[in-house]
Structures are given as C-alpha cells and as structure tokens.
T-cell receptor, first 112, second 117 residues
Framework: DTEVTQTPKHLVMGMTNKKSLKCEQHMGHRAMYWYKQKAKKPPELMFVYSYEKLSINESVPSRFSPECPNSSLLNLHLHALQPEDSALYLC???????????FGPGTRLTVL | AQTVTQSQPEMSVQEAETVTLSCTYDTSESDYYLFWYKQPPSRQMILVIRQEAYKQQNATENRFSVNFQKAAKSFSLKISDSQLGDAAMYFCAYSYLYNNAGNMLTFGGGTRLMVKP
C-alpha cells in the first residue's frame, strides 16, 4: 500500500461546529504532516509528527488541534474556525531518513 | 532561512514539444534534497522527481529530467514530449532534516503549465 488517504474529501462547517479531518497511511512512515493550501498558493506547513509525537507546530492557532493516535493515523480537530480557514488541507507522510513526502488527496474545507 | 523561487508564474508548451521550468533556491546547508511536485486540477500533490544535493548526476524519470547546478543553486525541470496530462501546477521544493523532527519542505510559488493540443 503506497498511498495516503484522507477523509472526508469535502467538509462544510459553521463557525461554531466541531469537526475532525482524518489521514491514514500504511507505508510504515514515522513522520506525518498537516499542510494548509489556499487557492493558487503553495502548501504551508502546519504540524509535524515524528514517531507519534508532535515535533513541529508552525505557530498554528489553537482552534486547530492535531492528534496522532498511532503510527498510521493522523487527525486534525477543528473548533470555532473562521471563514479565512477555508482551504485545502493536505496530509503527507515520509520516512525520516528519506526526504520524499507522499501526499494524500486533501480535504477541501469551507467555513461558513 | 531557506527560500525557493520560481520566476515563471505560467508557461505553455505545444503537445509533443519540450519545456523547461526554472527554480532557484537559497540555503547555507550542504545536505538537502530538491523535488518537483505536480498538482493537477484534482489538487493531489504528486512527486515528479527528486535530487539529492550530494549527487552530481542529474536525476531523470522517464520524460522528466532536471538540471541541477549546485553552485548556482539552480534546479530546473525539463519535460520532454509534453502530453496533455502534464498540464498542472508545478512546485519546486527544498527539503532538509529539521532537528531530527522530520523533513521540512519549503515550496516555491509554483508554475502553471498549460499544454496546447
């Protein structure tokens, strides 16, 4: 299995809702990443998990809460989001000693 | 800080012809990787090609090849025999190991490639 899966593909939520994005990989990778991508812009790194521990948080607002329940799974919990948080959220994984990151198809989030 | 610059916001190429996308980067590191990723309208980021900085030989992957000039900090992508399916946004990316915490990817601004039939 050489892919990263993400669910849901699309999500529409209100500013008072709580929702979660899910990412899964079965490649044995020990590092997993969350990116945010606005239209016509490159992805921006949000969080990095290494060996299931949060290792990098790129000054992301607390309304985004990552979680890594096990080495294959990565969640992003969303609460009290703002309309400007509407974007494509990409998950990726990599082996530490190799540099390629493999991306999932993304979740397109719309905050009303 | 590492920066990646793609100076061509848009490029177009005739089907079956060759096109070169430019990328320059700035770093003080000696050990790093460079990548080209492709993002078609479906928005899935697809790895096209990778280059290790310590390798002098330019990477090739079927119709895709790079011209890696380490001293000039230049990393261009050549697409030969362009196909309609090559139409996408192409991102150049620089990668380095950050505090043993994971590979940090810094992306360029992207080049939108259009392929004309």
């Amino acid at each position: 299995d050489t892919e990263v899966t993400q669910t849901p593909k699309h999500l529409v939520m209100g500013m008072t809702n709580k929702k979660s994005l899910k990412c899964e990989q079965h490649m044995g990778h020990r590092a997993m990443y969350w990116y945010k991508q606005k239209a016509k812009k490159p992805p921006e790194l949000m969080f990095v998990y290494s060996y299931e521990k949060l290792s990098i948080n790129e000054s992301v607002p607390s309304r985004f809460s990552p979680e890594c329940p096990n080495s294959s799974l990565l969640n992003l919990h969303l609460h009290a989001l703002q309309p400007e948080d509407s974007a494509l959220y990409l998950c990726a994984s990599s082996q530490e000693v190799r540099a390629e990151q493999f991306f999932g198809p993304g979740t397109r989030l719309t905050v009303l | 800080a590492q920066t990646v610059t793609q100076s061509q916001p848009e490029m177009s190429v005739q089907e079956a012809e060759t096109v070169t996308l430019s990328c320059t980067y700035d770093t003080s590191e000696s050990d790093y990787y460079l990548f080209w990723y492709k993002q078609p309208p479906s928005r899935q980021m697809i790895l096209v090609i990778r280059q290790e900085a310590y390798k002098q030989q330019n990477a090739t992957e079927n119709r895709f090849s790079v011209n890696f000039q380490k001293a000039a900090k230049s990393f261009s992508l050549k697409i030969s025999d362009s196909q309609l399916g090559d139409a996408a946004m192409y991102f150049c990316a620089y990668s380095y190991l950050y505090n043993n915490a994971g590979n940090m990817l810094t992306f360029g601004g992207g080049t939108r490639l259009m392929v004309k039939p």
